[in-house]
């Protein structure tokens, strides 16, 4: 079976006079998967272009699922800092997708309410993601699919023990998308 590399898949006239290698051996495993998360990422928000949901579909799809989910439960849960979560949050209700209620056990936070147009899109963005998750896996044995997350988890635990500083990772839209009327 042959492999493609990454870093010569994605940059071939920088790797053309060099010695092909390893790239999992010699590459952070962050660089690859940064690199399939943006072109995931990319291919979502094209299909949702047409919605002002930029590319925080998933975001909106965990608040639909979810019913009482505060700020601060999906800022830990997607590892988003506290402050980019405020934006998302506002940037969802100014397009009339969410809507924050006063939690009624617990006065100083808010849970993040879907509003029926959002309610309206889950089916939407269900499809998505499972048409994206089967064109990612084209080729794949349903074996293979289910070793894939059991490896993505085992990494997950392998690296939560060790220390790290926090990071948050900011994906820019690289060009300007038109606002839709709403």
């Not at 349903?142 to 690296?159: A, G, I, R, S």
Request: hydrophobic letters at 35%; charged letters at 25%.
């Amino acid at each position: 079976m042959q492999t493609i590399y990454f870093v010569n898949y994605l940059c071939p006239v920088a790797t053309k006079n060099t010695t092909p290698s390893k790239t999992y051996e010699e590459t952070p495993l962050s660089f690859n998967l940064n690199a399939l998360a943006k072109l995931y990422i990319g291919i979502q928000s094209r299909q949702f272009n047409q919605l002002d949901i930029d590319r925080y579909f998933f975001v909106l799809s965990l608040i639909i699922k979810h019913k009482n989910a505060t700020q601060k439960c999906l800022s830990n849960c997607l590892n988003i800092d506290k402050a980019s979560m405020v934006r998302i949050i506002d940037y969802l209700s100014e397009n009339g997708y969410v809507k924050r209620v006063l939690n009624p056990d617990d006065r100083r936070e808010y849970i993040i309410v879907a509003t029926p147009r959002a309610e309206k899109l889950y089916p939407e963005l269900i499809k998505s993601f499972r048409q994206n998750n089967e064109a990612a896996f084209e080729g794949f044995t349903k074996e293979e699919k289910e070793t894939f997350y059991t490896m993505l988890e085992q990494m997950f635990q392998n690296l939560s023990g060790l220390p790290a500083d926090r990071y948050f990772i900011k994906y820019i839209k690289t060009e300007k998308k038109k606002r839709h009327e709403k």
